[in-house]
């Protein structure tokens, strides 16, 4: 084989390639404004982490989605044609990245999934422990799994960089068909996972349906998985494979910047509460700390013998009355106790401000 050969990148092509660089840098704006929002409140955790590194490995895709398309991706896979021969040489450099690319989908995939398995456990431990560790659990397993098939598809590996595979590997479409419908079955299961907890918070109708809504942006990849499974029959790995695998590598990308945004948006919320208070009153309230004030260290504050919870910082906690404001749906105080058990001991009420203070009343 002689070296690569560029080809002209395509207008298809360059229109993906702009598409998932224009989510993907979206998605780093999220995830820097989670990770400053984390650092000034409670202090960053294993979420923040995990949705740190799922955006740096969905970036790589872009150089994959690049790799492939200058190599030729986008191109008819023609006997005929004048390139052929040039297309015939990449086809393996190709066919690689493609090795490479698939199994970066997956640990993406899984970073972004405990990553939001992770913030379930922390804001609804109580209610959802055992569902989590469950979901966790067929998760760590999915991961491994299709990472070592996908791996081992061929015995030597390297056949999967050639058309040529005479009785030696399984079946790479119907593996690629098992690997997204059972992503999109997890997808579903993180998030149906919150919802009942969250229609059952002590908190307004309005402000369930917006929690319960940044959970259901998750649907939109699950959308993108159904999508990706019919375009995989679309896909013709021996007869063109460079002619018909532009979208389904476009669409790996769009669903892992989609996937990081939708699990980034709802730690955004303080920024929104703050935004929302200071046009809504002269009161200097924030829903995490201004620089320069100390954030809770340490054990947590107890009143009787039941801890604070900080970390339900995200979802607003101050009620609306305490500005003046009437509760026109009927449901009482928006204060929220994401765990479900009492905060305090039952001639005690616990009021936990979006400065983090802590008040007996």
């Known amino acids: ?88 040489n990449n086809l393996s450099f190709m066919l690689k990245i493609t090795f490479i690319f698939t199994l970066f989908y997956i640990w993406a ?10 913030f379930y456990y922390r804001a609804f431990s109580v209610q959802l422990k055992v569902w989590i560790y469950i979901v966790g659990a067929i998760i760590a397993v999915w991961g491994i799994v299709m990472s070592l098939v996908f791996t081992f598809l061929c015995t030597p590996v390297n056949l999967q960089w050639t058309l040529n595979r005479p009785g030696k590997c399984m079946d790479q479409i119907a593996v690629l068909k098992s690997i997204i419908m059972s992503n999109v079955l997890t997808d579903l299961m993180i998030v149906i996972l919150p919802m009942k907890t969250v229609w059952s918070l002590q908190m307004r109708t309005t402000e369930k349906v917006a929690v319960a809504g940044c959970f259901a942006i998750g649907l939109a990849c699950v959308i993108i998985g159904i999508v990706r499974f019919w375009q995989i029959y679309v ?40 935004w929302r208070q200071k046009h809504k009153s002269s009161g200097d309230d924030s829903s995490y700390p201004h620089a320069g004030s100390q954030r809770p260290t340490g054990n947590l504050p107890t009143v009787g013998s039941a801890p604070v919870n900080y970390t339900a910082a995200w979802i ?12 026109s749906n009927g449901d009482g105080s928006s204060q929220v106790n994401l765990t479900g058990t009492p905060a305090v001991a039952p001639n005690h009420s616990i009021h936990v401000s979006t400065k983090w203070k802590v008040e007996r009343t």
């Open 235 to 274: 896909i013709d790995l021996l007869g063109n494979f460079t002619g018909t695998s532009l979208t389904t590598f476009m669409l790996c990308s769009v669903e892992l910047m989609l996937a990081g945004i939708c699990i980034n948006i709802p730690m955004l919320r303080p920024f929104y509460i703050r």
């Open 109 to 118: 995939l899984i970073a972004l999934k405990i990553s939001q398995l992770w």
């Open 316 to 327: 607003e906690l101050d009620d609306d009355k305490e500005h003046g404001e009437v509760d």
């Open 1 to 88: 084989m002689t070296a690569r050969v560029n080809f002209p990148i395509t207008d298809g092509a360059r229109d993906a390639l702009i598409g998932i660089s224009f989510l993907w840098a979206i998605n780093g704006f999220v995830v820097f404004f989670r990770l400053l929002g984390r650092f000034r409140g409670v202090g960053i955790d294993v979420d923040d982490v995990l949705a740190l590194v799922a955006f740096l490995i969905s970036g790589a895709t872009i150089g994959f989605n690049a790799s492939v398309f200058v190599s030729g991706v986008g191109y008819d896979y023609d006997p005929t044609a004048p390139y052929f021969a040039d297309l015939n």
